[in-house]
């Protein structure tokens, strides 16, 4: 990998890209840090480092945001309300023949859904961006925080609407640097400013885990947590690797005098089909009963169940809910974005077929039981790797967003392989000698 970087800041073109790729990433990473007007920055600070590593409810999306939430910054609602746009325009498309029409027209369709999902961008940065103000304003945004009423000083109409106004538009900018990067940089843009988020909470949390070790000064935990990162970064890269291969064989046509087909290929199956979907939709299902809890008023009996046993990552009900609901999350989600009846008709349009499979109806069959039997261990590794959070917040007193968990890692090791192909390709586009010498 340091080969290829190397070898990329050597060709003037890629190392053009590279650079503005790093100028957007410093200009991310400065927005994060200013804050919106209408807050008190001196007791969000305070705030800040009284919560420590308990985040709340809140955490999930703070990681996503790169510690820019609870700052309650520019950048605050970071890249998540495009992320969840993306996710439902994915799922709508499979239930609305308007949007599978235009999946299917190619470029234009897929312009055309990309402008639909700016759209619900900005609709959910709203929603967001109101609902992290109203948070903001009644305190509940930092629990046991002593200053935490006084976030907002000025409760007015019209600070509010500015505040939501703020954070909406700076949305729409990360949206617009994550687009210059995939236009004009190295790799996809809104996938590298997610990994740039999640990498910038990396420092601070290894270090609270070091402050709170008792063995050798908390050296003993510090480098215990690493080698577990290591290892775990070495299973989900093997795993991600990790695929299927169904071979294909193209039969011989004759259009004129010109004989076409009659190649070999294979269509990869991922064992990990679903990627880490699953994981943000279980994580996010689960936080739908503690916020509803959190703002309803009284001592209900079941408000103080959800309090005891779903706000608390290292419950066994949680834990059993959260592994369920990744299963369930992964298997549903290959189902959406994998149809076997389209591939194989797309198959047998073209003349292909799976040796030994006929084509049509039983190869749809075959795709459909191979998908099946390869999604339960990609569903249970994923569902694995995403309780190694809760083994942590045991061992070593960490967050439930533990640095090296389960969502962290999928995303940094699948944004860094899939950057680090890209860069190879282009590499080898120019440095391609051809046949003759």
Not at 106 to 115: D, L, V
Not at 150 to 159: G, K, M
Request: a positive charge.
């Amino acid at each position: 990998m340091l080969t290829a970087f190397a070898r990329a800041f050597r060709t003037p073109d890629l190392r053009k890209k590279l650079l503005f790729t790093l100028a957007i990433i410093v200009v991310y990473r400065v927005g994060t840090h200013i804050p919106i007007p209408g807050v008190n920055y001196k007791a969000v600070q305070q705030c800040v480092s009284e919560a420590g590593a308990n985040q709340g409810l809140f955490g999930l999306v703070n990681m996503f945001s790169g510690g820019a939430l609870l700052q309650i910054t520019v950048f605050a609602l970071g890249i998540m309300p495009y992320i969840t746009a993306s996710i439902i325009l994915q799922l709508l498309t499979v239930v609305i023949p308007r949007l599978e029409a235009l999946k299917k027209e190619g470029q234009a369709g897929t312009a055309k859904i990309t402008q639909y999902t700016r759209y619900l961008t900005v609709a959910l940065a709203i929603l967001q961006g109101t609902g992290l103000v109203a948070t903001a304003r009644s305190g509940a945004l930092f629990n046991g925080c002593s200053v935490a009423s006084s976030i907002v000083p000025d409760q007015a109409i019209f600070t509010t609407i500015t505040m939501v106004v703020c954070m909406t538009a700076g949305t729409c900018v990360v949206m617009w640097l994550g687009e210059l990067i995939t236009d004009r940089g190295i790799g996809n843009g809104m996938s590298i400013l997610m990994f740039i988020s999640i990498a910038a909470t990396f420092p601070s949390a290894l270090w609270a885990i070091k402050k709170q070790g008792t063995l050798a000064g908390g050296w003993i935990e510090f480098g215990t947590v690493i080698l577990i990162g290591l290892v775990m970064v070495g299973l989900v890269v093997f795993v991600e690797q990790a695929q299927r291969r169904i071979p294909v064989q193209y039969a011989k046509r004759m259009i004129g005098r010109r004989s076409y087909g009659g190649t070999s290929t294979y269509i990869p199956l991922k064992v990990n089909q679903a990627g880490v979907i699953p994981v943000i939709f279980a994580s996010s299902l689960l936080y739908i009963p503690a916020l509803v809890a959190q703002f309803a008023g009284g001592k209900s009996g079941w408000k103080t169940w959800i309090t005891q046993n779903l706000t608390k990552g290292d419950h066994p009900i949680y834990i059993t809910l959260y592994f369920l609901l990744i299963v369930f999350f992964a298997f549903f989600y290959v189902a959406i974005s994998f149809n076997p009846e389209e591939v194989a008709d797309n198959m047998k349009k073209y003349g292909g077929f799976i040796p030994g499979i006929r084509a049509g109806r039983p190869t749809a069959e075959y795709l459909s039981y191979v998908l099946n039997r390869i999604t339960w261990p990609g569903s249970l590794y994923l569902g694995l790797i995403a309780l190694v959070p809760t083994m942590a917040l045991v061992g070593f007193g960490a967050s439930q967003n533990f640095p090296f968990g389960g969502t962290s890692i999928l995303i940094i090791v699948g944004v860094g392989l899939e950057t680090v192909k890209q860069i190879e390709s282009q590499l080898q586009q120019r440095n391609y000698e051809g046949f003759l010498r």
